[in-house]
């Protein structure tokens, strides 16, 4: 069981060049969840998705976009990079309510953007 | 909305000794459910312990326990015996059962060094 893998885990971008960010997970959870961690500011929620073919917005989705076409899968896109989202990535799954409500992270991506 | 405050930004505690860490909430939900995660300098995000809103009793998970005051919506975290692996940074979270996609909101964190 890998559990929730990041790819890639480091990257550095220009400003205005697109990307996406792949997360996997192999728990048959539900639940995937896209975060952005910056100094002082803790984990901000993005995007996240309830299932496949769904996707919601998070607290800070702006200048990003999101697809969950299988439910292993949850792809986060920068269209056009800007040095405002230089950060730490973290993807995250959990199952359905019931369980835990525990979340599940990944290693996390560390994007520069110059 | 939820918010989770974490008023320390940094705590120091000596090996073996003890260390709480606050954590302050605020829900709408009348259901929910609070963390503390660990983040080691590996970056990786470790569930250290979770506690049920309608659980009256702390929970506690070996050298890890929590102080939960519902009425002071309060939730703070205690290490005993600290080690020198429990150096990290600590987040607390919090998150509503009838949330959609049971969402989590994350406190800012604490800096925990543990001195040898």
């Known amino acids: 069981n890998a559990g929730v893998t990041q790819t890639p885990k480091f990257r550095v971008l220009k400003t205005g060049q697109s990307m996406t960010l792949l997360c996997a997970q192999d728990m048959n959870h539900e639940y995937m969840y896209w975060y952005r961690q910056d100094p002082g500011m803790g984990l901000r929620l993005i995007h996240y998705?309830?299932?496949?073919?769904?996707?919601a917005k998070g607290e800070v989705p702006d200048g990003y976009n999101v697809s969950r076409l299988k439910k292993q899968n949850f792809l986060l896109g920068l269209e056009s990079a800007a040095p405002s989202q230089t950060s730490v990535y973290f993807c995250a799954s959990s199952p359905i309510s019931g369980g835990t409500y525990e979340q599940y992270f990944g290693p996390g991506t560390r994007l520069t953007v110059t | 909305a939820q918010t989770v405050t974490q008023s320390q930004p940094e705590m120091s505690v000596q090996e073996a000794e003890t260390v709480t860490l606050s954590c302050t909430y605020d829900t709408s939900e009348s259901d929910y459910y609070l963390f503390w995660y660990k983040q080691p300098p590996s970056r990786q995000m470790i569930l250290v312990i979770r506690q049920e809103a309608y659980k009256q009793q702390n929970a506690t998970e070996n050298r890890f326990s929590v102080n939960f005051q519902k009425a002071a919506k309060s939730f703070s975290l205690k290490i005993s015996d600290s080690q020198l692996g429990d150096a990290a940074m600590y987040f607390c979270a919090s998150g509503g059962r009838k949330s959609s996609g049971d969402k989590l909101t994350f406190g800012t964190g604490t800096r925990l060094a543990v001195r040898p």
């Open positions: 998705s309830v299932g496949e073919g769904t996707t």
